[in-house]
């Protein structure tokens, strides 16, 4: 079974930085494609970052591209969000997820999910 345990959430102010980052259960952590969404109020769970196993290509969507950065460490079984330069509209709950290695596409169809970490970005 695959556990996933978000960390870094806070408050900051707009135009700061946050690191979030997943640590995952187990040892077969290389085998899995990871990827980061995230859900405001009243809005729908939408994609963030996404990295597969290789930890080759990084995906974005088009609101986070050149602001954040997502990236694994495979001897931690931790991947990491990197968010800089954040909006008040980045405001949102972050979740973690996992599936095992899929030519899926990467902004979809993950089976494990951490319980989240909350985002804050005052203005």
């Known amino acids: 079974q695959v556990q996933l345990v978000e960390s870094g959430g806070g408050l900051v102010q707009a135009g700061g930085s946050l690191r979030l980052s997943c640590a995952a259960s187990?040892?077969?952590?290389?085998?899995?494609?990871m990827a980061w969404f995230r859900q405001a109020p009243g809005k729908e769970r939408e994609f963030v970052a996404g990295?597969?196993?290789?930890?080759?290509?990084?995906y974005y969507v088009d609101s986070v591209k050149g602001r954040f950065t997502i990236s694994r460490d495979n001897a931690k079984n931790t991947v990491y969000l990197q968010m800089n330069s954040l909006k008040p509209g980045d405001t949102a709950v972050y979740y973690c997820?996992?599936?095992?290695?899929?030519?899926?596409?990467?902004?979809?169809?993950?089976?494990?999910w951490g319980p989240g970490t909350q985002v804050t970005v005052s203005s």
């Open positions: 187990g040892r077969t952590f290389s085998t899995y494609d």
């Open positions: 990295l597969r196993k290789s930890g080759g290509n990084a």
């Open positions: 997820a996992a599936r095992w290695a899929s030519s899926r596409a990467i902004t979809g169809s993950y089976d494990y």
